[in-house]
């Protein structure tokens, strides 16, 4: 099945810090997801981007899907941005959905 | 957006009995939901897919006889956990998706503690 790796696995910012995360996977996909769990445990769509770049207030992704990776940026970050960030990927629409490891982002104050 | 409902939130059962979980799709109708289990620190595993009207297709090494899935309605699917035990004990968190759309909308999650 697909394997899809997350970077970094934790990371912690200064609020109004910039951060890229990053996420691989190792064979071709139509569908990726980004979502944000919060420490509440909540899971929130942040990007549904199997291909190209979309932006969303501070929050923009890039999926390169030639090269099987997708980036999400986060630009000035603040501390409700903390919580896990994860990628999902499957290879069709019919497939299973595989969760990446997700990266557990701290943004203090 | 699409809208998720999971109940209860938070359940403490004591080991040997049933508990069920309901997850409801509130805005939209859910053709497909999804239940996965994540334990702390970790990922979300699928546990199941169940389809409006068909038996849920269960991931390999989830009891199906323990974790019974019910989609009965298209926005309405149940996870009843049989005879739970301690390692039972888990975030649970449905997942749900209309028909043609890929993006999967997921519910708040339900925290098992078994005693």
């Known amino acids: 099945g697909i394997q899809v790796e997350q970077s970094p696995p934790d990371l912690i910012l200064q609020e109004g810090a910039n951060s890229t995360l990053r996420c691989n996977f190792s064979d071709s996909v139509n569908n990726l997801q980004w979502f944000h769990q919060n420490p509440w445990g909540q899971l929130i769509n942040l990007f549904y981007i199997p291909s190209g770049t979309k932006q969303n207030g501070r929050l923009s992704a890039t999926t390169v899907a030639t090269e099987r990776y997708s980036l999400l940026y986060i630009s000035s970050s603040q501390t409700t941005d903390s919580g896990v960030y994860f990628c999902a990927v499957s290879k069709t629409s019919y497939d299973k959905v595989i969760f990446g490891p997700g990266t557990s982002l701290s943004v203090i104050p | 957006g699409a809208v998720v409902s999971q109940h209860p939130s938070r359940v403490i059962c004591k080991s040997g009995t049933s508990v069920k979980i309901e997850c409801r799709s509130l805005d939209f109708q859910a053709t497909t939901m999804f239940w996965y289990r994540q334990f702390p620190k970790q990922s979300l595993m699928l546990m199941a897919t169940s389809n409006e009207g068909s038996k849920a297709t269960y991931e390999q090494g989830v009891e199906k006889d323990k974790f019974l899935i019910n989609h009965a309605s298209l926005t309405l699917s149940t996870l009843t956990v049989t005879s739970a035990h301690p390692e039972d004990s888990s975030f649970y968190i449905c997942?749900?998706?209309?028909?043609?759309?890929?993006?999967?909308?997921f519910g708040p999650g339900t925290r098992l503690t078994v005693t």
């Open positions: 997942s749900a998706r209309g028909n043609g759309i890929y993006e999967q909308y």
